[in-house]
Nanobody, 126 residues
């Protein structure tokens, strides 16, 4: 599967932004999907994950209650709604696909994901 992230941009602290990730192929619904981000000088960190049909979600503590991950399997698209953005949320955001068949697996681990999008830059002004 090929992934293309979009929707990044400049937003003021406290503002909102929605990221999208378009997937190619007809097997999108067979993947656990996730969002990661890499801030300048830091490692790529887990943000959120969603199960195959979207019935289960999982978030990093740092974004819980502010971010929402969703997917539309009919459109082969993954979303990340980001609200109440903080300056520390500025990063390159990546979408990723995991072929894991077990939701209980370590979906917050970069190693669980085989496919990655190219990233979209989010800048947060204070």
């Amino acid at each position: 599967v090929q992934l293309q992230a979009s929707g990044g941009g400049l937003v003021q602290a406290g503002g909102s932004l929605r990221l999208s990730c378009a997937a190619s192929g007809r097997t999108f619904s067979s993947y656990i999907m996730g969002w990661f981000r890499r801030a300048p000088g830091k490692e790529r960190d887990f943000v959120a994950a969603i199960s195959w049909a979207g019935g289960s979600t999982y978030y990093a503590d740092s974004v819980k209650g502010r971010f929402a991950i969703s997917r539309d399997n009919a459109k082969n698209t993954l979303y990340l709604q980001m609200n109440s953005l903080k300056p520390e949320g500025a990063a390159v955001y990546y979408c990723a696909a995991s072929p894991s068949r077990r939701w209980a697996s370590d979906k917050s681990s970069r190693g669980a994901y085989d496919y990655w999008g190219q990233g979209t830059l989010v800048t947060v002004s204070s």
